[in-house]
Structures are given as structure tokens and as C-alpha cells.
Nanobody, 124 residues
Framework: QVQLVESGGGLVQAGGSLRLSCAASGRILSTYGMGWFRQAPGKERDIVAA????????YYADSVKGRFTISRDNAKNTVYLQMNSLKPEDTAVYYCAADQRGRVQTQFWEYDYWGQGTQVTVSS
């Protein structure tokens, strides 16, 4: 069993930055693929970014390319999402997820474990 806890969300003005963290316990994350998803009110949960177990492969949604960076520190059992140049449309609850197969996955049903989410609000 893997427990995931997100942190780092909050309220920021447009153009600002936030760094989200996803800390894992219960299992070592070094063999898991990891993803960040977001869900705005009334909308589906969409992929934001994903990273393979080694960090050698990444994926970004078109809407965040060039602004967000996913990274991982396997020694700390933590995955990060650095978010720069934030826009009001980035407002959502952000979730991290773990995939035991270790690959870059882009569909929410491909992930095995989920955190509870952290709210990100970007004001205009």
C-alpha cells in the first residue's frame, strides 16, 4: 500500500509560482511512475504531467508545457511539480498519483494510488 500526501498549494496571483510536493509512505516510490492531475469544479480530472520511475521520461499536457516541470527525488520518496507563470485557468485541485508499473501514464485509470489533493487558486 502506498500513501501519498500533497502539499504546497495555495493562493497566488497570475504570473506567480508554486511548487507542489507529493510525499509517499508505505512503499518506496523509486519503482513507480508518478503523475500530477488536476480537477476544476464541474470538470474532469485531467493529466498535467507524468514522470517515469527513473525520471528519464516525462509527459506534459499542452496547456502547461514550458511553464510546469515535474521532477522526483527517489532518495526522499518525493515528487514535485514546479509551476511557473500561473494563470487563472490553472485553478484546480491538484492530485498526485502512483503507477506500480513505473511508466509514464496519461490516463487516470492507469494509476493505482492517489493522494487527497491540494487546492491551487490563481487570482487574476
Amino acid at each position: 500500500q502506498v500513501q501519498l500526501v500533497e502539499s504546497g498549494g495555495g493562493l497566488v496571483q497570475a504570473g506567480g509560482s508554486l511548487r507542489l510536493s507529493c510525499a509517499a509512505s508505505g512503499r518506496i516510490l523509486s519503482t513507480y511512475g508518478m503523475g500530477w492531475f488536476r480537477q476544476a469544479p464541474g470538470k474532469e480530472r485531467d493529466i498535467v504531467a507524468a514522470i517515469s520511475w527513473s525520471g528519464g521520461s516525462t509527459y506534459y499536457a499542452d496547456s502547461v508545457k514550458g511553464r510546469f516541470t515535474i521532477s522526483r527525488d527517489n532518495a526522499k520518496n518525493t515528487v514535485y511539480l514546479q509551476m511557473n507563470s500561473l494563470k487563472p485557468e490553472d485553478t484546480a485541485v491538484y492530485y498526485c498519483a502512483a503507477d506500480q508499473r513505473g511508466r509514464v501514464q496519461t490516463q487516470f485509470w492507469e494509476y493505482d494510488y492517489w493522494g487527497q489533493g491540494t487546492q491551487v487558486t490563481v487570482s487574476s
